[in-house]
């Protein structure tokens, strides 16, 4: 049966990335997810890049720092969908450094304005969440951070899904997933944790998050949605000293 992995959080720690990729033994059919932030704040952000294309299927979800990316290029949409976003152009615009800055203007490291279309193939035209069968026994969902309870994703705007951690209009602004009670099971990052985040309702996992910090010295995590079989790779060292 072919498998479908969703990985956390990668922050640039391509290392790290392709020892998971290795252990995962990836087979034709398999799928690769990522839920988001590929390459700020770790040392490698273009390798991570190309081993990302190279895999046979990959797809991702778009972060809050792939966001800011693709807004100071002028291709980022206002769809949760990803629909209405513009595709990379022919020739590449007088981009300048701003472009490679993520979310609140996060650096990101080893690479210059001629690496700019490199990074920026693999993240034009991504949506924001991505849906497993709905006739499954537990439907999946993946985004980057949250979902609102009650609010259908596909009418969420980019930016809640992509930033969401707490729910600021609830007594003790609660992490969203607190309150989130199902049905389906979302798979999440952008709130790094030393282990998975695990929420559970009415018996069942509903909500995992798999930014398990590698960028800042913790592990790089994924998920095979089939069993909920968990692989992890100890991060090298811890790239950011926060």
């Not at 490679?100 to 990101?108: C, P, Q, W, Y």
Request: glycine share 12%; net charge negative.
């Amino acid at each position: 049966m072919s498998a479908t992995w969703v990985v956390g959080d990668i922050h640039g720690c391509a290392e790290e990335l392709a020892e998971l990729i290795g252990k995962l033994a990836l087979q034709p059919g398999d799928r690769f997810i990522s839920v988001g932030d590929l390459y700020h704040r770790g040392p490698d952000p273009l390798g991570v890049a190309q081993q990302l294309t190279a895999l046979t299927d990959f797809s991702m979800v778009l972060g809050n720092h792939e966001r800011a990316m693709l807004r100071r290029a002028g291709l980022v949409g206002q769809r949760a969908d990803g629909s209405d976003s513009l595709p990379l152009p022919e020739v590449d615009p007088a981009w300048d450094e701003s472009v490679l800055l993520g979310d609140g203007r996060t650096a990101i490291q080893g690479v210059d304005l001629s690496h700019v279309r490199a990074l920026l193939a693999p993240l034009a035209g991504q949506p924001y969440f991505l849906r497993g069968p709905q006739d499954a026994e537990q439907p999946w969902l993946i985004v980057h951070a949250g979902v609102a309870p009650g609010l259908p994703v596909e009418d969420s705007p980019p930016d809640l899904l992509c930033s969401l951690r707490r729910l600021r209009d609830l007594p003790g602004e609660p992490y969203w997933y607190e309150a989130y009670r199902g049905p389906q099971l979302v798979l999440f990052g952008h709130t790094p944790s030393r282990f998975p985040r695990a929420c559970h309702a009415l018996g069942r996992l509903v909500a995992l998050g798999l930014d398990t910090g590698c960028v800042y010295g913790g592990s790089l995590t994924a998920y095979r949605i089939e069993d909920g079989e968990l692989a992890v790779v100890d991060a090298k060292r811890d790239y950011v000293g926060r």
